[in-house]
């Protein structure tokens, strides 16, 4: 069991550029999320989903788009990369009723 | 234990000594608690957790306290270990939420 696998690791962007960072899990979990993490702060839900088929916004949705594309991967979109997207964000999984989520090993991502 | 702005609280205990990280949380609808250690580098990993009709929850090494009356939450390591250095972050989740709320987190740094 792998767990939780994001791609890619590292990435440095232009502004304006878009890219994809890919999640995946194979826990079987019926709920997947993306964070983000800045310096000397916690994690920050971006977006949700409670199971596939379904969405949600987090607290920083703005900039992002996700696509759940089955029940293993779950997707992160940036249309047009800005600084302010300078992050390490995270993958997590979870399998309802268990509260507890599983995390990916993080890609880091620079806007220049 | 909570952080303002980029730096975060910072705990150093010697070799041995028992460490005791605290968090405050914000929502009084929050039932269930969970504790990750983040090392440098990686995603968060769970520690242990704790439901609102307990206060206090033991595992290996570690014992998660809760006081709902201030809403407070410790995390106490026994005969911490270098291996314990890294930040430990606390989260709530509202009894039907889907969603992790994440303190900033405390650096714990271990002295040999």
């Known amino acids: 069991n792998a767990g939780v696998t994001q791609t890619p690791k590292f990435q440095v962007l232009k502004t304006g550029q878009s890219m994809t960072l890919q999640c995946a899990q194979d826990?079987?979990?019926?709920?997947m999320y993306w964070y983000r993490q800045d310096p000397g702060m916690g994690l920050r839900l971006i977006y949700y989903s409670a199971s596939e088929g379904t969405t949600d916004k987090g607290e920083v949705p703005n900039g992002y788009n996700v696509s759940r594309l089955n029940k293993r991967e779950f997707s992160l979109r940036l249309e047009s990369a800005a600084p302010s997207q300078t992050s390490v964000y995270f993958c997590?999984?979870?399998?309802?009723?268990?509260?507890?989520?599983?995390f990916g090993p993080g890609t880091r991502l620079t806007v220049l | 234990g909570e952080s303002v702005g980029l730096h975060l609280p910072t705990l150093s205990v010697q070799e041995g000594d028992n460490s005791i990280i605290n968090c405050a949380y914000s929502?009084?609808?929050?039932?269930?608690f969970i504790w990750y250690k983040q090392e440098s580098g990686k995603g968060p990993q769970f520690i242990i957790d704790?439901?609102?009709?307990?206060d206090k929850r033991q595992g290996q090494r570690v014992t998660v306290l809760l006081n709902k009356t201030v809403k407070h939450l410790s995390l106490q390591i026994a005969a911490t270990q270098p291996g314990d250095s890294a930040v430990y972050f606390c989260?709530?989740?509202?009894?039907?939420?889907?969603?992790?709320?994440f303190g900033k987190g405390t650096k714990l740094s271990v002295i040999p």
């Open positions: 929502n009084s609808a929050s039932d269930y």
């Open positions: 704790i439901r609102s009709n307990m």
């Open positions: 997590a999984s979870r399998d309802p009723p268990v509260r507890e989520q599983f």
């Open positions: 989260a709530e989740n509202p009894s039907g939420s889907y969603q992790l709320t």
């Open positions: 826990m079987n979990h019926n709920s």
